[in-house]
């Protein structure tokens, strides 16, 4: 019996400081979170953890003290639910995603965010030197559903009034608008994001054609000296909603950097690290689009005076930029 009591009180002593240490960890996380942790005391957890149910293991094969192991056996399931049990409600993973999982994956994408805005521009600036040089470029750049009346050969007034007279005035109908809007252009954005794992190409023609088609009517209004009236008219929402689109199109080229430049990794295990980003990326990107539909739908029609509509412009832009650089801080590195 001596013997055995020796091995008991030797068994806790080498390995007690560890245990009290987990301890303290479950502790603070039932009492505050996971949040509240270090980042190096985040990565001790699952190591105090595995030390102890080893512990625990050794202990019940040597048949130590009943106390001992009624202890571990307490700490090794409360630590269990830390390590692997469910650590955030809904609302609390949504905020997460709002507040740091999305903002920190933009930033960390950001020159993937300047390839896709260049390539937009790029064709928004062809196809409006091109449509300024001969009307003729509009047919090919804009379809007939998108262009409506608003063709080359249709009167300036015809033009303007689209710019300020609107069918939809009925609730019911500015609803159905809107719901059209942010279904259309959440696929165009979503596909642009998926088209990425053809090493990118696909999102960058899709990009440059949506630039295009945005040149082309630049450069019609333009002709008729309606370009203020215009942008004021696309703005509104158009800050939003493009927004969206140089997103997921960065997205997508996050996944076409990934195959064709796999770096130090695998082209698979580059896929899904950087995949992960990517997808966080694209999700967010859909809460643009409803905003910009909404702002498409309802604001734009019924708000007609110019300067409002630049104004509404120019601070859903400077809260965008406000929320991408200062929201989520080291959530996601470049590495990633």
């Known amino acids: 019996m001596p013997d055995l009591n020796l091995r008991s009180y030797d068994f806790r002593r080498e390995r007690e400081k560890s245990w009290r240490e987990l301890d303290d960890l479950v502790k603070r996380i039932r009492r505050s979170g996971l949040s509240k942790l270090s980042a190096s005391e985040l990565r001790r ?104 009346s608003r063709t080359p ?27 059209f809007l942010f279904t259309h252009n959440t696929r165009i954005g979503l596909l642009s994001f998926a088209l990425g794992f053809a090493l990118g190409v696909p999102t960058i023609l899709l990009i440059f054609i949506n630039g295009l088609s945005l040149g082309a009517f630049s450069a019609l209004y333009a002709s008729r000296d309606l370009s203020v009236e215009l942008w004021a008219w696309l703005l509104i929402h158009g800050t939003t909603e493009l927004l969206a689109l140089v997103l997921c199109g960065g997205a997508g080229l996050v996944l076409g950097a990934a195959m064709a430049f796999p770096d130090k ?48 412009g120019g601070i859903a832009l400077t809260g965008w930029l406000a929320y991408f650089i200062m929201c989520g801080k080291g959530r996601y590195t470049n590495d990633d």
């Open 45 to 148: 957890l699952p190591e105090l953890y595995r030390s102890t149910v080893s512990s625990l293991s050794v202990a019940r094969s040597i048949s130590l003290d009943r106390n001992v192991i009624a202890y571990l056996e307490s700490l090794s399931v409360r630590a269990y639910f830390c390590v692997y049990g469910g650590r955030e409600g809904l609302l609390a993973g949504i905020q997460r995603f709002i507040l740091q999982d999305f903002p920190s994956a933009v930033r960390a994408a950001r020159w993937h965010m300047a390839a896709a805005f260049s390539v937009l521009f790029l064709g928004c600036l062809t196809g409006f030197l091109l449509t300024l040089g001969n009307a003729d470029w509009f047919y090919s750049f804009v379809s007939d559903g998108m262009a409506g």
């Open 153 to 179: 050969t249709a009167e300036t007034s015809v033009l303007r009034d689209v710019l300020y007279k609107s069918d939809d005035t009925a609730v019911d109908r500015l609803n159905a608008f809107a719901s």
């Open 265 to 312: 990794y695998s082209r698979m295990h580059s896929l899904a690290v950087k995949g992960r980003m990517a997808a966080v990326i694209a999700i967010g990107s859909i809460g643009l689009f409803f905003v910009a539909a909404l702002l498409e739908g309802f604001a734009r029609q019924l708000i007609t005076d110019i300067t409002l509509r630049y104004l509404i």
